[in-house]
């Protein structure tokens, strides 16, 4: 059983239309992270929280929300999507100083 | 300004070679160094990771070499299979709370 899942795993979504990627763990960890993926920059962090209630500014925060109503759950929200925001997104949990746990990834197209 | 840097991008060896993937870093507060595998339509996942303590850290056929002087360290895949063909990811953080920083990747093939 997967620790940490997705959904949707993939979205096409119309310009200015809002989007939001939700995310599960079952691994307890505090910590949990929206990355972006594209080809040539790797992993870029987004948004990250601490726990439930907290969201927390990554490196590429702009256009994107985040929000933590849980232990267990941990939404990335795109309110007005544009086409530059087309990409592979993983969610990960994991505590300070230790491995992160990725869940499979969201393919989202930005029309 | 990328705090993790990974080369090369890509690599291609023949079974059975050594392939070496490099990392360096710059933040010398960095103490866990982690390299995730990821194959097409996956997440990464943990390989192998290594403690600012240790100088050396083998896991089967993976091996992670660590220069804490020079801020960098590298990944060496001995015997290497065309299922280790993937994209390897070099991470850093610290326990005192800064987030994991990951490199671009190198992307492996192993050709048969």
């Known amino acids: 059983e997967a620790a940490v899942t997705q959904s949707p795993r993939n979205k096409v979504a119309v310009t200015g239309g809002k989007v939001t990627l939700s995310c599960n763990q079952t691994n307890n960890h505090n910590n949990m992270y929206w990355y972006r993926q594209d080809t040539g920059h790797g992993l870029r962090l987004i948004h990250y929280s601490y726990g439930a209630g907290s969201t927390e500014k990554g490196d590429i925060p702009d256009g994107y929300k985040a929000s933590r109503p849980s232990q267990e759950n941990f939404s990335l929200i795109l309110e007005l999507a544009t086409p530059s925001q087309t990409s592979v997104y993983f969610c990960?949990?994991?505590?300070?100083?230790?491995?992160?746990?990725f869940g499979p990834g969201t393919r989202l197209t930005v029309l | 300004q990328q705090q993790v840097r990974q080369s090369p991008q890509s690599l291609t060896v023949w079974e059975g070679e050594t392939a070496i993937l490099n990392c360096s870093y710059e933040?010398?507060?960095?103490?866990?160094f982690p390299w995730y595998q990821q194959f097409p339509g996956e997440g990464p996942a943990l390989l192998i990771a290594?403690?600012?303590?240790?100088d050396k850290k083998e896991d089967g056929g993976f091996t992670i070499f660590f220069n804490k002087r020079e801020k960098n360290l590298s990944l060496h895949i001995k015997d290497s299979q065309p299922g280790d063909s993937a994209t390897y990811f070099c991470?850093?953080?610290?326990?005192?709370?800064?987030?994991?920083?990951f490199g671009t990747g190198t992307k492996l093939q192993v050709v048969p």
């Open positions: 991470a850093a953080s610290s326990n005192s709370g800064t987030y994991q920083r």
């Open positions: 290594i403690r600012s303590v240790s």
């Open positions: 990960a949990s994991g505590d300070w100083g230790y491995e992160q746990y």
């Open positions: 933040n010398s507060a960095f103490d866990y």
